[in-house]
Nanobody, 125 residues
Framework: QVQLVESGGGLVQAGGSLRLSCTASGRTFSSYTMGWFRQAPGKEREFVAVIRWSSGITYYGESVKGRFTISRDNAKNTVYLQMNSLKPEDTAVYYC??????????????????WGQGTQVTVSS
């Protein structure tokens, strides 16, 4: 059974940084693509970033490009989201997700098979 556990959320002032972690367990993830999404109250779930586990190829949502960095540590089965220059509009619950055997880098929630429980990020102005 696949499990994804996020951590690292919290309260930070605008302009600050946070690093989220997503630790995966339950199987070998070399054929998976891992994504980060976020959801603010009253809004749809929004794509943030994605990484292919095997190659490390990445892609970012327009609103976070240049500020956020997704990476992975194969030995720890962990994916990270480094968030810099945070803005109040980055406030949301952040979710980690995993998709199997994708030929492309998926950016829609429907393409993902497994989800973590989410971690709250709050950016104060």
């Amino acid at each position: 059974q696949v499990q994804l556990v996020e951590s690292g959320g919290g309260l930070v002032q605008a302009g600050g940084s946070l690093r989220l972690s997503c630790t995966a367990s339950g199987r070998t993830f070399s054929s998976y693509t891992m994504g980060w999404f976020r959801q603010a109250p009253g809004k749809e779930r929004e794509f943030v970033a994605v990484i292919r586990w095997s190659s490390g190829i990445t892609y970012y949502g327009e609103s976070v490009k240049g500020r956020f960095t997704i990476s992975r540590d194969n030995a720890k089965n962990t994916v990270y989201l480094q968030m810099n220059s945070l803005k109040p509009e980055d406030t949301a619950v952040y979710y980690c997700a995993a998709a199997q055997n994708m030929l492309f880098l998926p950016t829609t929630p429907q393409r993902y098979d497994y989800w973590g429980q989410g971690t709250q990020v709050t950016v104060s102005s």
